[in-house]
């Protein structure tokens, strides 16, 4: 029962580091290489679609425990100090949290950016 625990602790923090990245992106403070990671790391994060599918066995939950904790911390890396405590004390006092509406709009965005990034790729390839 330890590591269930563990692991939802974990994703309760990544889902806050998920609400401080997105505040600060929208702060003036941070600068454009931060605020273009982040957006990606967000965005990753709020995408339906992952780089490697859940239902591969271990390996699809690995891009999600591994590349996701990493991008977080490359990311408030980048981010001045004083931001960070800002955006931290914002989402521990009103809670704020990435706002996971359902839109169409997004999604199909999201889809779009996926499979041009493919057809690139498949070109490069070929």
Do not use: H
């Amino acid at each position: 029962m330890a590591f269930y625990e563990k692991l939802k602790k974990r994703a309760r923090s990544l889902k806050v580091g998920i609400g401080v990245l997105f505040l600060a992106l929208r702060d003036p403070r941070t600068p454009w290489y931060a605020k273009g990671l982040a957006v990606v790391i967000v965005g990753y994060a709020l995408s339906p679609i992952d780089l490697i599918p859940d239902f591969v066995p271990v390996l699809g939950y690995l891009d999600d425990l591994l590349l996701l904790p990493l991008g977080i911390y490359l990311t408030m890396k980048l981010i001045p100090q004083e931001v960070l405590v800002e955006c931290r004390l914002k989402t521990a006092e009103n809670s704020i949290e990435v706002p996971f509406r359902k839109s169409w709009i997004a999604g199909c965005g999201v889809v779009l950016i996926w499979l041009l990034l493919g057809w690139i790729i498949y070109c490069r390839i070929r």
